[in-house]
């Protein structure tokens, strides 16, 4: 635990809290934890490590919530805002609300959550955008001809150059330059200024007592266009929209939007498919780095549902004013590489089928004193790894009532690194079982760490080989340690 956080917090309340339960990590490398009072209250501290992202954070939350528009509260910040405490909006989100839904198609429930989502957002946009001081965001501060750039030659760079399909780079480029002429002259229309999220899907809106819905992780926001952020929340791929729905949603949208702003919901539907295609090239990018660079594996499952969507683009009128990216494209949905990619994926070996359960991993850290745990899922275990070969901070008395999870014994443990070199062994295992648990529709996999107490050194390879498989295969991992008596789950993820 952070001891600027419980320093905090202990300012905040005039005592230490109760309880500290870690949760799942985000995108950023900001950490989180549920913190329970004495009374049974809880809220959420967080520990950032980029002061700018936290300003403005901070600073949009403080925003947001003075038009009184869904945010958590912020409850304290720390002078130099790398940590604060903010409400705890519990712990449903409406991804997860939703998961029903994509297997089984969306209940009427359902599509009223999304409806009355999509009926904030523009409030979000407008309002928001209209007094906001953009010297307080993240660089860049607008949706510009410069960023736009940016982005396609992401998706050139990242994706694109890891297929195997063949495209002149001149043209390529001319046609990149073109698009993103366009899209910033659309940007840049008319006197208002509107808010653009910039990661606007239904991971970043959690479920306030399980029906409310509340905005998160807008930290990244600019000033921008309206239609990035629904061509971003309608084309998640992962949450599989059906067309009908999709058309329904945006015109609950549009409805809400003319109520704010008239002239910009009677333009926005004129460009709404060159933001939407844009999206589209953007998300691949992130596909193509996550994924095929940095090998998560989870990350191309969605990989030919963004292609098929961007097939739905070829014979648009948009995509005919940029002729080499036209053909590229074409190309792209008509490799061979992609067509495997589909082959494989309807074979079940990116895609988990009824028959399969995904995998889920289980890890453990435990005193050997004790025992090893036991493997309820009766496929007999998996690896059990000896701490006590590494230095143990269990002989220091100012880390006897600490564990692997506060600061001062993370930096006992990584200060000689022989923690550190422990764990370079055991991730290259690790990663190649993982991958072939996942290939081979494997549904269980055990590990287990182990040292002479079950508080110090066990408990920090636990977290971190659980962090790590997670970040790298977006499984589900479910964390125990069980002789401090804390568990955690990170739930599968995927775009």
């Given at each position: 635990?952070n ?28 950490q989180?934890?549920?913190l ?18 936290n ?8 925003h947001f919530?003075?038009?009184?528009l869904?945010?958590?509260?912020l409850?304290a ?17 409406l991804f ?18 999304l409806?009355?989502?999509l ?8 309002e928001?955008?209209?007094n906001?001081d ?13 960023s736009?750039?940016?982005?396609l ?6 994706f694109?150059r890891?297929t195997?399909v063949?495209y002149d780079e001149?043209l ?24 653009l ?36 929340f ?8 059906p067309?009908p ?10 409805d ?31 596909y ?6 940095e090998?998560?594996?989870h ?9 098929d ?5 070829l014979?648009?009128?948009?995509l ?8 590229t ?6 490799s ?7 082959t494989?994926?309807s074979?079940?070996l ?7 359960p ?23 275990g998996g ?13 220091f ?19 000689d ?22 290939e ?6 055990m590990f ?27 499984v ?12 955690q ?7």
């Amino acid at each position: 635990m952070n001891e600027s956080l419980q320093i905090l917090y202990k300012e905040t309340f005039r005592q230490a809290f109760a309880h500290c339960t870690p949760l799942t990590p985000s995108g950023s490398n900001r950490q989180y934890f549920r913190l329970e009072h004495t009374d049974g209250r809880t809220c959420i501290g967080v520990v950032g490590t980029s002061k700018a992202e936290n300003h403005a954070f901070i600073y949009l939350t403080r925003h947001f919530e003075a038009l009184h528009l869904p945010v958590p509260h912020l409850i304290a910040v720390s002078e130099d805002e790398m940590t604060y405490l903010q409400e705890d909006l519990g712990s449903c989100g409406l991804f997860d609300a939703l998961q029903d839904g994509r297997k089984t198609g969306y209940k009427p429930t359902d599509i009223e959550l999304l409806k009355e989502t999509l009926r904030l957002l523009p409030h979000f946009q407008v309002e928001g955008g209209a007094n906001i001081d953009e010297t307080q965001l993240l660089p860049p501060t607008r949706f510009d001809f410069r960023s736009i750039l940016f982005d396609l030659n992401y998706f050139k760079y990242c994706f694109l150059r890891t297929t195997d399909v063949v495209y002149d780079e001149n043209l390529l480029q001319d046609d990149f330059e073109r698009f993103a002429t366009d899209l910033a002259h659309i940007a840049t229309e008319g006197e208002h200024k509107y808010f653009l999220y910039r990661d606007f899907q239904a991971r970043n809106v959690m479920l306030r007592n399980g029906k409310e819905p509340y905005f998160i992780d807008y930290q990244s926001g600019r000033i921008g266009p309206l239609q990035y952020d629904v061509a971003s929340f309608l084309l998640q791929v992962s949450s599989k929209y059906p067309a009908p729905l999709k058309e329904e949603l945006l015109i609950t949208y549009l409805d809400e939007l003319r109520t704010l702003d008239l002239t910009a919901a009677e333009k926005f539907k004129a460009s709404f498919k060159r933001f939407s295609l844009f999206r589209l090239l953007q998300v691949l990018g992130a596909y193509g780095l996550r994924g095929r660079y940095e090998r998560k594996k989870h990350f191309l499952h969605s990989i030919p549902l963004a292609i098929d969507t961007i097939g739905e683009y070829l014979d648009s009128k948009e995509l005919m004013a940029y002729p080499h990216l036209r053909d590229t494209l074409k190309n792209l949905t008509n490799s061979a590489e992609f067509k495997s990619l589909k082959t494989v994926k309807s074979s079940g070996l990116l895609t988990n089928k009824p028959k399969d359960p995904p995998l889920e991993v289980e890890v453990y850290s435990f005193s050997f004193k004790k025992g090893i745990p036991t493997d309820q899922s009766g496929n007999g275990g998996g690896y059990v790894f000896d701490c006590r070969s590494t230095h143990n901070p269990g002989r220091f008395e100012q880390y006897r009532k600490q564990t692997g999870l506060d600061l001062p014994v993370i930096n006992f443990l990584e200060e000689d690194g022989e923690i550190l070199e422990f764990l370079d062994h055991i991730y290259p295992i690790a990663d190649h079982h993982v991958e072939r648990f996942i290939e081979r529709g494997f549904s269980h996999l055990m590990f287990c760490f182990g040292c002479t107490g079950g508080q110090h050194r066990s408990v920090y390879s636990a977290q971190h080989l659980a962090k790590h498989i997670h970040a790298k295969f977006g499984v589900c991992v479910k964390l125990t340690h069980r002789e401090i008596g804390i568990t955690q789950t990170f739930e599968t993820t995927g775009l």
